[in-house]
């Protein structure tokens, strides 16, 4: 009888328990759990594939960590969309919910394709090979286009995912046809301000086929000499020879002049100015800047040579002409070789060095 009535009770409290409770708390509670469930499931079962993958290589690995938080997401959904029919909720409650699905359901699907456009684009980069040298052109040039189109997928994907996602709703799409058809002052400014987001993400999918530039290109822009550092999706980070950081818009390349040292190849001629008298020994200049280039290691062993190209002031030009690997280096080397060459002309012919001439004629 004790056991008959405990039964009872527990019944009777069970009773009290569930018409007690709000039909929109068990439902939240339902959803809830089924969520939590769906997410350990995913955790555990991505954690067993990733452990397998990353015996079969790097390839695996990425692929199996990309698409743990789609797939995890993806598992919720489909657990929460499955209890939602017979949860116990209000029906704008349960309508709102769905929606909600929905629009979630869409923002999943682009954030799988954005990661997959990842995916792609580490796998491609990763298997250039960069060569100690830098003249290293057609790799820098392929992992420029990759960043570039990357970004700009990116970009595209995300302005598609969010427009679709607001399309699931009727009241949210209503006002947005009505925004993007309205003629007047807002949609005018909108334009504007969009104007120059849309032409630097034509101009960087420009960059990418045609390639004026590509990363650590030697660059000078504004008569600031330095390295292309980054290609964003609306400005390029130029890495100026003091170290300071040049933000140029995109377009700029595309629209502006500019002068780019490792086009078509890394190695340039410098040349040295040297400003000396009458009687200076040319040919003893030559077979010294020879000597000087020769046992100077950053001389590429391409050009050196000496040219009289004026006579301003009472005095005698030459240039210097030299050649080196890169631009970083032909500065050093031009540094080393205007430094030797002061040196030997004032130890070997201090008569050669520019000087004034005054002549005295009594009257």
């Known amino acids: ?18 018409h007690a409770i709000p039909d929109w708390v068990t439902g939240t509670v339902l959803l809830t759990g089924a969520a939590l469930v769906a997410a350990s499931l995913c955790n555990w079962v991505i954690g067993a594939l990733s452990r397998r993958a990353a015996r079969y290589g790097d390839v695996a690995a990425k692929l199996a960590a990309r698409c743990k938080g789609p797939i995890c997401a993806l598992l919720v959904l489909a657990a929460v969309s499955a209890v939602l029919p017979v949860a116990p909720l209000p029906g704008s409650f349960a309508y709102l919910i769905g929606h909600g699905l929905a629009a979630t359901l869409v923002l999943v699907l682009g954030w799988s394709a954005m990661n997959a456009v990842d995916l792609f684009a580490d796998i491609y980069v990763s298997r250039i090979r960069f060569e100690d040298d830098s003249n290293n052109l057609q790799a820098r040039k392929h992992v420029t286009q990759i960043n570039i189109l990357r970004t700009a997928m990116r970009t595209l994907l995300l302005v598609m995912t969010i427009a679709l996602a607001l399309m699931t709703s009727s009241s949210v799409r209503q006002y947005g046809v009505s925004l993007f058809a309205s003629a007047g002052a807002a949609g005018l400014i909108v334009g504007l301000a969009a104007r120059p987001l849309l032409s630097n993400l034509l101009a960087g999918i420009q ?13 000078v822009v504004q008569g600031e000499w330095g390295w292309i550092e980054r290609i964003g999706s609306t400005y390029v980070v130029i890495r100026i020879w003091d170290l300071r950081r040049m933000i140029v818009p995109l377009s700029y390349f595309i629209e502006q002049p500019f002068q780019n040292w490792t086009h078509s190849s890394a190695d340039l001629l410098g040349t040295v100015m040297l400003y000396v008298d009458y009687n200076v020994p040319v040919a003893k200049v030559r077979e ?6 020769a046992g100077n290691p950053k001389w590429d062993g391409k050009v050196a040579g000496v040219q009289v190209t004026d006579l301003p002031n009472a005095s005698v030009e030459l240039r210097l002409l030299m050649s080196a690997r890169n631009a970083g280096v032909l500065w050093d080397l031009r540094c080393d070789v205007r430094e030797a ?18 002549e005295m004629v009594a009257s």
């Open 207 to 219: 960059i990418a086929l045609t390639q004026p530039i590509r990363l650590e290109d030697s660059v």
């Open 1 to 18: 009888m004790e056991t008959l009535s405990l039964i009872d009770h527990a019944r009777a409290l069970g009773s009290w328990i569930y």
């Open 341 to 358: 060459m002061i040196t030997w002309l004032a130890r070997e012919y201090p008569d050669s060095l520019s000087r004034r001439r005054l």
């Open 288 to 293: 010294k800047l020879r000597e000087v280039v």
